[in-house]
């Protein structure tokens, strides 16, 4: 395996004491070993910055900043990162040992700068299931469709990029919520993307969620969606969530901020019926 090129894995770290060791430790034992880990460490009040220092590698690099969020975390490690190769995993998660050998190997085989594999879900009741159940393996030219359709879909600690497709993009820190989906359409956007049905990590519920605050709905990407320069897939995937959010603010209907987009709401009601009923079966299926 050619191993010439470094990834970067960046960590933003935020009060994460009851689990950053066993992320830092799904890093550290990877089969790739040529890698650094950026850990950003956003102003933590907790014991995390602690028990990283007890890890003793020349792999882990840790950088402190003021608490300025985890978008802010995560552009300092994109500008930190001295890798050929960028991943973002959250500190509450973990990868496989073979995480970043085959998301190397996707990219490099495709001649791709993005690649994205499947993953586990580790939820509240301590069960653990597949987040798409799909086949879909190869190389797809407008993401937003297989997304769509849960045959893929790209988050932290599944995905990789190249550090050059990286260059000019950054995460919009206004955004508390869905930050990360507003990223990742728009490095994706025009970009082919291979994938991979091969779970590569473990995101976790168990430590809560970075995108639990309903609070202020002007901090939801979801909120600032730009249909302008979206293709019919994109638009029908963002719609859909749009519509599933909707439950989260009950006193607004996220929908009425984009009145132009009526008729495709229409279309993506009724394909969500399907989707959900098939989602459902596929619970039950996994006894989840």
């Known amino acids: 395996m050619d191993k010439s090129s470094k990834i970067s894995v960046v960590i933003p770290l935020y009060n994460k ?20 880990i950026l850990v950003i460490n ?17 792999k882990i690099r840790i950088i402190t900043q003021n608490n300025s969020g985890v978008s802010a975390a995560r552009n300092r490690g994109i500008e930190e990162a001295v890798g050929d190769w960028v991943v973002f ?12 050998s085959h998301l190397y190997n996707l990219v490099k085989k495709a001649n791709l700068s ?55 993009m950054r995460f919009n820190p206004l955004f508390k ?20 049905s091969t779970p590569v990590m473990v995101y976790s519920y168990l430590n809560g969620s970075l995108a639990s605050d309903f609070s202020d709905v002007t901090k939801d990407y979801l909120s600032h969606i ?6 019919f897939w994109e638009k029908i995937f963002l719609l859909q969530i749009l519509i ?11 929908c009425s901020f984009y009145p132009s987009m009526n008729s495709f709401f229409k279309l993506v009601n009724v394909m969500d019926i399907f989707l959900s009923i098939r989602k459902k079966i596929f619970a039950k299926m996994f006894n989840i």
């Not at 956003?42 to 020349?58: E, H």
């Not at 995993?89 to 970043?100: H, K």
């Not at 359409?185 to 991979?196: C, I, K, P, Y």
């Open 226 to 231: 730009k249909f302008t320069n979206t293709n």
């Open 114 to 168: 993005i690649g994205c594999a499947n993953f586990f879900i580790l939820n509240k009741d301590y069960k653990i299931f597949p987040y798409f159940r799909s086949k879909y393996n190869g190389v797809t030219d407008n993401i937003n469709k297989q997304m769509l359709f849960d045959q893929a879909f790209l988050r932290m600690g599944n995905s990789i990029f190249s550090k050059e497709i990286l260059s000019n």
């Open 89 to 100: 995993l959250d500190a509450d998660d973990f990868m496989f040992p073979n995480a970043l």
């Open 42 to 58: 956003d102003g933590s009040t907790d014991g995390s910055l602690d028990i990283i220092k007890t890890i003793k590698s020349d």
């Open 177 to 196: 919520r869905y930050e990360d989906l507003d990223f990742f359409l728009r490095v994706t956007h025009n970009q082919q993307v291979v994938v991979s």
């Open 17 to 36: 004491e009851n689990s950053i060791r066993k992320t830092i430790y799904s890093v550290l034992q990877q089969t790739y070993d040529n890698i650094e």
């Open 244 to 254: 599933r959010e909707r439950k989260n603010y009950k006193d607004i209907n996220l």
